[in-house]
């Protein structure tokens, strides 16, 4: 073989070496970038699950503090509805049984006025006694001047209420309200002197020019049940009858149950 022969050999065996190697470069370039392709597309799924769970997680946080605000609310409106029974009662409630905590000191009661007519039964709540002809008497506090007493009422009266007051029976005219009986959370309790009975708490019935309390108090006299007022200032219980004012010893005190 000639020298030219031979060289030319050579180069064409180098020419196709250099193109083996170009293409097996290529395709581990072409390899390269498919692999960090397929690590990207990877990575964006991962980051796509991490970014849905971290949404899954804050919507349950949002709704458990949900929830927890709406239990909070729940609570502050009780006691907003517990602080609203403490306070002025609402005008002509009717007679509702409740717990003695829940009563304002003086019980919920009827505001009314002597020129306007009887309340009927379903606000005036039941008699607490009779009259002589067996009139039904209710209980209530009348306002004098600068004081509030307790007094008794009945439809028959003229005018409705009668209060012991100044050594006489004093027929009232004017504002007044009728405290209806609620036998579930008062009761009558034996009492004399003007004494308080131990661990009990009266029904405030009104109080005197002086800021001294009245309570309200249930007496007998000639076998029938008056009611009048009380206090410890008083040393037992005034009562209105026969056009008098009538003072008692023993006599019985209205509490809460």
């Known amino acids: 073989m000639s020298p030219h022969n031979r060289r030319k050999s050579v180069d064409s065996s180098n020419s196709s070496s250099g193109s083996d190697s170009n293409h097996g470069g290529k395709d581990s370039h072409k390899k390269e970038k498919k692999d960090k392709k397929d690590k990207d597309k990877k990575d964006k799924k991962k980051d796509k699950q991490s970014h849905q769970e971290g949404q ?131 009761e009558w309790v034996l009492t004399s002197h003007g004494r308080i009975p131990p661990g009990r708490s009266p029904v405030e019935g009104g109080y005197e020019e002086g800021g001294e309390k009245l309570y309200h108090a249930l007496g007998e006299v000639n076998g029938v049940k008056v009611p009048g007022k009380t206090g410890e200032h008083l040393n037992g219980a005034n009562v209105s009858f026969g056009g008098a004012e009538i003072a008692i010893s023993q006599y019985e005190i209205l509490c809460w149950r």
Request: hydrophobic share 30%; aromatic share 8%; charged share 15%.
């Open 56 to 186: 899954a997680q804050a919507t349950n946080y949002g709704h458990s503090s949900t929830a927890d605000i709406d239990n909070r609310q729940a609570r502050l409106h009780t006691s907003q509805i517990m602080d609203y029974e403490q306070g002025p009662p609402p005008a002509y409630p009717p007679p509702l049984p409740h717990a003695p905590s829940s009563h304002p000191p003086s019980g919920y009661r009827v505001p009314l006025t002597t020129e306007s007519a009887f309340p009927p039964p379903a606000q005036a709540g039941p008699a607490i006694a009779h009259d002589l002809d067996g009139s039904p008497i209710f209980i209530g506090s009348a306002i004098i001047d600068r004081s509030v007493h307790p007094c008794k009422i009945g439809p028959h009266l003229r005018p409705y209420v009668a209060v012991p007051y100044g050594g006489a029976e004093f027929g009232h005219h004017g504002r007044y309200d009728l405290l209806p009986f609620d036998g579930a959370s008062m």
